[in-house]
Every structure is written in structure tokens, then in C-alpha cells.
């Protein structure tokens, strides 16, 4: 009884840790240090480095665990494998510039300079493991580099896809290789032969869930209030890592691979902030105050080969992404390029389950071990820094809107937006069809004549690729069966005009936008006699109101009143799914959220551009 009070109230100390540090961090102003490197920090204060108030508890161990293979999820759930068949899209796109070529052939040449270095490394006596050192130097953190580039507003752009396609195959490939590295180093053949029979059956379980999930049962439970999702999340975490167990695989590559199971599912951004919440709520800061209580600093501090190797390693891992990165200085800028490298320098929790994986195999001492954690704290509290001292201010992003048809009703609408500083406007129409005349003359570059409006030759033509597509042609069949083509698209928006009573209730089903002249006629008409007020309010120059949706939120937990750029502008209601709220100044704002709001046209391009990406 006596260890389970002990027990207890290690937990309970380390679960106010973590509640205390973000505290503090925004109470001192130290915004800059990311959360889990304090919480690492807090970690060495209680520790074995500290005031030893937690040791080797079989309650905080079990939870650690639990918070590692969560974070692994995460790590794969973070990877946006849709970014492999992107195009170059950014603004100013440059000749020549393919994001997914120039991504891999940087990628290569990090984990060949990655390899020379180790084997230096190797040369001086530093080091006594040169594919591991080679993984180590050649990995990046993805929980690092996205987040900074979300803040910076890079991820639509070249660059900014380019940064994380390598940031991506850096994540994937080094977490395959390090499984692969394992095994070999068994020099079991079985053992081989069962990590390939793990892969083949992970995929199996991926076309399954699959399956699944378009299923009626799933669709219907997923609509109830039972967190059906949150559930088979965690069945699918559970199986695979105990799967990965039983064949004698690391149980983090297990965990890795349900995420990007989930990651190759497209969840919604709701469903995958709640998943968030929970890991970096509770389970993954356990984890990081464990690898802090953990860690012994005596030792390393007093080990003169661990104090030459730590500024080396950091050295090292800049310079393993800075000389394959000059290959951008064809496209980019020096500051560019330099800022660049110095963000993928960046390194956290893939070298934490390396180090932790190869400390567990007895590969590396516990002095290294501890070597290796401080490299990665020093990591992401240093480059990032830097980068966003150094970095140039991006250019923002338009949002592009395609209108396919052309005629009396997408025509002025199509006028209004492009004469907006806000948008990049598109307008698809067949020659010699539903064209309104004297077109070039108001939009001129924004009208582009194609032979029909099919499929394949809106596709060839690029018709598709905006943030907002609107199909507008006096053609039902051929808007429903355009905007069906996107319905799986990747956060596309999709308008579709719709004047049969019976399509548009079929299409709104779907999940579609619908609009209609019929409809637009009515309700003008019933707001004329009901509220004059209000639809001179929708149709002035002035205090219009605008809708913008919640892409990108300061903190975690964030309430109306911290959003930032609110100044001038009146939120008038919160729409959230299909429900809305009524808000207050302590309303909790999550991703997804739809803002209903009116003020000048620059006070909301303001308060948009801070809270999307």
C-alpha cells in the first residue's frame, strides 16, 4: 500500500508539472522555448539531476511508455502524404522548380553527408556506431519544423512544401531504417524475414480500416456521442504496437505506422486537433518529464569526450542540411537557403526514441545517451530561434477561387473578387459557350477559354487547383457531377449551383455548398420585408460581413478574447459542424470553427491572415 501512496503521488507531482509549465513559460514571456523542452527541463529539476523526488516508478513508467508510442502515433499522423502530389503552386512559381524532385534530391544528399560525417566521427574515437550516428545527424522533428512554418505562413508556398517533403522522408525513412538497423544488428534472419511479414500486414490492416471506415456502421457510430472514433484510434494504436511485439519489432515503429495509417485516411482537422489535445494533454508531457528525471547531467558535464561531442554533433547537423540545401540557391535567395538549413537542424523526438531505442539494445552507454538527449533539446531551442531571426518576412498568399462558367450570374461576382486584394481569381468558360460578352475587358488575365467544360480538360488546364471552386454553369448535371469529382479533395471548398429543387437537397446531403437563383431571389425578397437593416448591412461597401474559418489558433486552448487581430472587428456568431454558438470573450475557439463577423475589409484581411494558414 505504502508504494502505491508513493506511486500515486509521484504521479500526481509529475501531472502538475505539466499542468505548471506552460504557466510559467507564458507568465515569464519565454515563448520561444517550446513546451517539451521545458517540460524536460522541469523533469531534471525532480530528477535524478535534481531534487530526486521521482525515481523508477512502475506507475510513471507505464505511463511514459504509453506517452512514447502516442507521440510516435502522432509523428505519423503528422505526415500529410497528399504533399507527394502537390505541384509547384506557390506564388511567383519558379521555372524548372518541381517541390517533390528537389525534396528527394536534398533528402539524399542529407543522409550522404550524414554518413561522411559519422564516419569522421568514427575516425576520432567519438562515436562507435556509424548507421546510427548517420540517422541521427540525417533526421529532422517534424514537431518542430511545422509548427514554424504554419506561424511563418510557408506551408502553401514552394519553399515551404519543399521543406516539408524533407522534413517528411527525414521522419518516414528514419524511422524504417532505424527498424531495419535493429534488426540486422540480431544478425537473426527470422527476424528480418518478421519485420518484412509486419509491413505486409500493417498494409493489409490499412486497405481493411479502409473498408471500414467507408462502411454505414462507422459513419452512423462516428456521428454519435460516444467518441466511436477516439475509440478505434485507440484499438487500431494497441493492436498494431502489440502486433509489432509478438513478431519481435519495436513497438514505436507500430505506433508510427497506426498514424500514418490514419494519416493516409484524411480525418478531418477536428477529429485529429481532439487527438492532439489528449496526447499533449496528459500522456506525451509524462513522457518528457520522465526523460528529464531520467537523465544524470553529473556525468556528462564532467565527461570531456561528451563536452566535445555535443557542439560537434550540433555543427554537424547544420552542416548535413546546409550543403545539400545550396542546390535551392537556383530558386532562392541566400537567406533563403540559409534559414532553411538552419530550420531542419531541428531535431527532437525521433532522436530521443533513437537514443532511448539504442540505450534499451545496450548499443549506446547512458553517458552517450544523455549526450544525445541534450543535442536535441539544444536543437529545437536554437535553430528555431535563429530562423525566425534570419528568415525573410514571407509574402502573403492570395487566396485562388476558380469559377467554372461563365454568364450573368458568375460574371459580376467574378468582377467584385478580382478587383479585391484578397484573391487570385480563375474563370474557366467553353469558347463560344455560356460566355458573357466583353469579359477581357473587366478581368483581364483571369478568363481562360477552353474548348468544353469536362472533366479532362479542366483537369489539363489546371481548373481545379484553388482554394475555392466554384462551379456556376446553367448546367445542373454537369455542376453535380464536376464538384462529386472533388468531393475527397484535399480542403477544397466547393459551390455548386443547383436549381432543381430535388438535386439541391441531394447535393446538400453530400456535404456540398449549394446555391441557386431561385433561392438568392427568395431570400432577398423575404429579407427586404422582414430585415432591411440587416441586408443593407450584408450588401454594403463598408462593415460587410464576412465568414473566415479557424485554420490556425495561438495556443492550444485558445478562448475568443486571445485570438489576435480583433481589433475593429465584431464576431457575430460561431458555427461549429452544423450547431453554432453565441460568443462570449471565454468562448473555447477550435480548429474548424466558422466565424461570422463584420468590420472594414482591412481589419478582417488582418484578423484572416492570423488565423489561417
Same mark, same amino acid.
Given at each position: 500500500?505504502?508504494? @502505491?501512496?508513493?506511486?500515486?503521488?509521484?504521479?500526481?507531482?509529475?501531472?502538475?508539472?505539466?499542468?505548471?509549465?506552460?504557466?510559467?513559460?507564458?507568465?515569464?514571456?519565454?515563448?520561444?522555448?517550446?513546451?517539451?523542452?521545458?517540460?524536460?527541463?522541469?523533469?531534471?529539476?525532480?530528477?535524478?539531476?535534481?531534487?530526486?523526488?521521482?525515481?523508477?516508478?512502475?506507475?510513471?513508467?507505464?505511463?511514459?511508455?504509453?506517452?512514447?508510442?502516442?507521440?510516435?502515433?502522432?509523428? @505519423?499522423?503528422?505526415?500529410?502524404?497528399?504533399?507527394?502530389?502537390?505541384?509547384?503552386?506557390?506564388?511567383?512559381?519558379?521555372?524548372?522548380?518541381?517541390?517533390?524532385?528537389?525534396?528527394?534530391?536534398?533528402?539524399?544528399?542529407?543522409?550522404?553527408?550524414?554518413?561522411?560525417?559519422?564516419?569522421?566521427?568514427?575516425?576520432?574515437?567519438?562515436?562507435?556506431?556509424?548507421?546510427?550516428?548517420?540517422?541521427?545527424?540525417?533526421?529532422?522533428?517534424? @514537431?518542430?519544423?511545422?509548427?514554424?512554418?504554419?506561424?511563418?505562413?510557408?506551408?502553401?508556398?514552394?519553399?515551404?512544401?519543399?521543406?516539408?517533403?524533407?522534413?517528411?522522408?527525414?521522419?518516414?525513412?528514419?524511422?524504417?531504417?532505424?527498424?531495419?538497423?535493429?534488426?540486422?544488428?540480431?544478425?537473426?534472419?527470422?527476424?528480418?524475414?518478421?519485420?518484412?511479414?509486419?509491413?505486409?500486414?500493417? $498494409?493489409?490492416?490499412?486497405?481493411?480500416?479502409?473498408?471500414?471506415?467507408?462502411?454505414?456502421?462507422?459513419?452512423?457510430?462516428?456521428?454519435?456521442?460516444?467518441?466511436?472514433?477516439?475509440?478505434?484510434?485507440?484499438?487500431?494504436?494497441?493492436?498494431?504496437?502489440?502486433?509489432?511485439?509478438?513478431?519481435?519489432?519495436?513497438?514505436?515503429?507500430?505506433?508510427?505506422?497506426?498514424?500514418?495509417?490514419?494519416?493516409?485516411?484524411?480525418?478531418?482537422?477536428?477529429?485529429?486537433?481532439?487527438?492532439?489535445?489528449?496526447?499533449?494533454?496528459?500522456?506525451?508531457?509524462?513522457?518528457? $518529464?520522465?526523460?528529464?528525471?531520467?537523465?544524470?547531467?553529473?556525468?556528462?558535464?564532467?565527461?570531456?569526450?561528451?563536452?566535445?561531442?555535443?557542439?560537434?554533433?550540433?555543427?554537424?547537423?547544420?552542416?548535413?542540411?546546409?550543403?545539400?540545401?545550396?542546390?535551392?540557391?537556383?530558386?532562392?535567395?541566400?537567406?533563403?537557403?540559409?534559414?532553411?538549413?538552419?530550420?531542419?537542424?531541428?531535431?527532437?523526438?525521433?532522436?530521443?526514441?533513437?537514443?532511448?531505442?539504442?540505450?534499451?539494445?545496450?548499443?549506446?552507454?547512458?553517458?552517450?545517451?544523455?549526450?544525445?538527449?541534450?543535442?536535441?533539446?539544444?536543437?529545437?531551442?536554437?535553430?528555431?530561434?535563429?530562423?525566425?531571426?534570419?528568415?525573410?518576412?514571407?509574402?502573403?498568399?492570395?487566396?485562388?477561387?476558380?469559377?467554372?462558367?461563365?454568364?450573368?450570374?458568375?460574371?459580376?461576382?467574378?468582377?467584385?473578387?478580382?478587383?479585391?486584394?484578397?484573391?487570385? $481569381?480563375?474563370?474557366?468558360?467553353?469558347?463560344?459557350?455560356?460566355?458573357?460578352?466583353?469579359?477581357?475587358?473587366?478581368?483581364?488575365?483571369?478568363?481562360?477559354?477552353?474548348?468544353?467544360?469536362?472533366?479532362?480538360?479542366?483537369?489539363?488546364?489546371?481548373?481545379?487547383?484553388?482554394?475555392?471552386?466554384?462551379?456556376?454553369?446553367?448546367?445542373?448535371?454537369?455542376?453535380?457531377?464536376?464538384?462529386?469529382?472533388?468531393?475527397? @479533395?484535399?480542403?477544397?471548398?466547393?459551390?455548386?449551383?443547383?436549381?432543381?429543387?430535388?438535386?439541391?437537397?441531394?447535393?446538400?446531403?453530400?456535404?456540398?455548398?449549394?446555391?441557386?437563383?431561385?433561392?438568392?431571389?427568395?431570400?432577398?425578397?423575404?429579407?427586404?420585408?422582414?430585415?432591411?437593416?440587416?441586408?443593407?448591412?450584408?450588401?454594403?461597401?463598408?462593415?460587410?460581413?464576412?465568414?473566415?474559418?479557424?485554420?490556425?489558433?495561438?495556443?492550444?486552448?485558445?478562448?475568443?478574447?486571445?485570438?489576435?487581430?480583433?481589433?475593429?472587428?465584431?464576431?457575430?456568431?460561431?458555427?461549429?459542424?452544423?450547431?453554432?454558438?453565441?460568443?462570449?470573450?471565454?468562448?473555447?475557439?477550435?480548429?474548424?470553427?466558422?466565424?461570422?463577423?463584420?468590420?472594414?475589409?482591412?481589419?478582417?484581411?488582418?484578423?484572416?491572415?492570423?488565423?489561417?494558414?
Amino acid at each position: 500500500m505504502e508504494h @502505491g501512496n508513493g506511486s500515486l503521488g509521484s504521479l500526481i507531482l509529475v501531472v502538475a508539472i505539466s499542468f505548471l509549465v506552460p504557466i510559467l513559460l507564458y507568465q515569464l514571456r519565454l515563448r520561444i522555448i517550446p513546451v517539451v523542452v521545458a517540460e524536460i527541463v522541469a523533469g531534471l529539476i525532480i530528477g535524478k539531476s535534481g531534487f530526486q523526488l521521482v525515481g523508477n516508478d512502475a506507475w510513471l513508467e507505464l505511463l511514459s511508455l504509453l506517452g512514447f508510442i502516442y507521440l510516435m502515433f502522432l509523428s @505519423g499522423l503528422e505526415i500529410d502524404f497528399t504533399s507527394f502530389l502537390k505541384k509547384s503552386s506557390g506564388s511567383g512559381g519558379k521555372p524548372g522548380f518541381s517541390p517533390l524532385v528537389v525534396a528527394i534530391t536534398i533528402f539524399m544528399g542529407i543522409f550522404l553527408f550524414s554518413g561522411l560525417f559519422a564516419w569522421g566521427l568514427l575516425w576520432f574515437g567519438l562515436v562507435n556506431r556509424v548507421f546510427l550516428t548517420t540517422l541521427i545527424i540525417s533526421t529532422i522533428s517534424l @514537431g518542430v519544423v511545422v509548427p514554424v512554418l504554419k506561424e511563418r505562413k510557408l506551408l502553401q508556398t514552394d519553399l515551404g512544401q519543399t521543406l516539408l517533403l524533407i522534413t517528411v522522408l527525414a521522419d518516414f525513412f528514419t524511422m524504417i531504417l532505424l527498424a531495419f538497423y535493429v534488426s540486422l544488428l540480431s544478425r537473426n534472419m527470422s527476424k528480418m524475414l518478421l519485420l518484412i511479414l509486419f509491413f505486409l500486414i500493417v $498494409v493489409a490492416i490499412f486497405f481493411i480500416v479502409r473498408k471500414l471506415v467507408s462502411g454505414k456502421v462507422f459513419q452512423i457510430l462516428g456521428r454519435s456521442s460516444i467518441q466511436f472514433g477516439t475509440r478505434a484510434i485507440f484499438a487500431l494504436i494497441l493492436m498494431i504496437v502489440f502486433l509489432s511485439e509478438s513478431l519481435g519489432v519495436e513497438n514505436i515503429l507500430g505506433a508510427f505506422l497506426a498514424g500514418t495509417i490514419v494519416s493516409l485516411l484524411r480525418p478531418k482537422k477536428e477529429f485529429v486537433h481532439q487527438l492532439e489535445s489528449f496526447g499533449y494533454g496528459f500522456l506525451i508531457p509524462i513522457f518528457f $518529464v520522465m526523460i528529464g528525471a531520467k537523465l544524470e547531467l553529473r556525468p556528462l558535464l564532467t565527461d570531456a569526450r561528451v563536452l566535445l561531442t555535443i557542439p560537434i554533433l550540433l555543427v554537424l547537423m547544420f552542416a548535413a542540411k546546409w550543403l545539400p540545401m545550396l542546390l535551392l540557391k537556383r530558386w532562392y535567395s541566400w537567406r533563403e537557403v540559409m534559414s532553411s538549413s538552419i530550420l531542419l537542424s531541428s531535431k527532437l523526438s525521433l532522436v530521443i526514441a533513437a537514443a532511448t531505442l539504442a540505450l534499451d539494445l545496450k548499443m549506446i552507454d547512458a553517458t552517450f545517451h544523455g549526450a544525445l538527449i541534450l543535442v536535441a533539446i539544444l536543437s529545437c531551442i536554437v535553430f528555431p530561434v535563429v530562423y525566425n531571426k534570419i528568415s525573410p518576412k514571407p509574402e502573403e498568399a492570395k487566396k485562388t477561387i476558380t469559377i467554372i462558367g461563365l454568364n450573368h450570374i458568375s460574371k459580376p461576382v467574378a468582377q467584385d473578387l478580382a478587383g479585391e486584394d484578397l484573391y487570385r $481569381v480563375k474563370v474557366y468558360t467553353a469558347s463560344g459557350g455560356d460566355a458573357a460578352g466583353g469579359e477581357g475587358e473587366e478581368m483581364p488575365g483571369a478568363i481562360h477559354h477552353v474548348s468544353d467544360l469536362q472533366t479532362e480538360t479542366l483537369l489539363a488546364s489546371g481548373a481545379f487547383e484553388a482554394d475555392t471552386i466554384v462551379f456556376a454553369t446553367a448546367d445542373d448535371e454537369l455542376n453535380c457531377r464536376l464538384a462529386k469529382l472533388l468531393q475527397a @479533395g484535399s480542403g477544397k471548398r466547393v459551390l455548386v449551383r443547383v436549381e432543381a429543387p430535388d438535386k439541391q437537397a441531394e447535393m446538400t446531403g453530400e456535404g456540398f455548398e449549394v446555391f441557386s437563383t431561385l433561392y438568392a431571389a427568395r431570400t432577398v425578397l423575404r429579407a427586404l420585408i422582414d430585415s432591411p437593416g440587416a441586408l443593407k448591412l450584408l450588401t454594403e461597401e463598408e462593415g460587410t460581413i464576412f465568414e473566415v474559418k479557424i485554420d490556425h489558433l495561438p495556443y492550444r486552448t485558445t478562448l475568443l478574447h486571445q485570438l489576435p487581430n480583433l481589433e475593429n472587428v465584431l464576431i457575430l456568431r460561431i458555427y461549429r459542424g452544423e450547431s453554432y454558438l453565441i460568443p462570449h470573450g471565454t468562448t473555447e475557439i477550435r480548429l474548424g470553427d466558422r466565424l461570422l463577423l463584420s468590420g472594414s475589409s482591412e481589419a478582417v484581411a488582418r484578423f484572416r491572415q492570423s488565423v489561417q494558414t
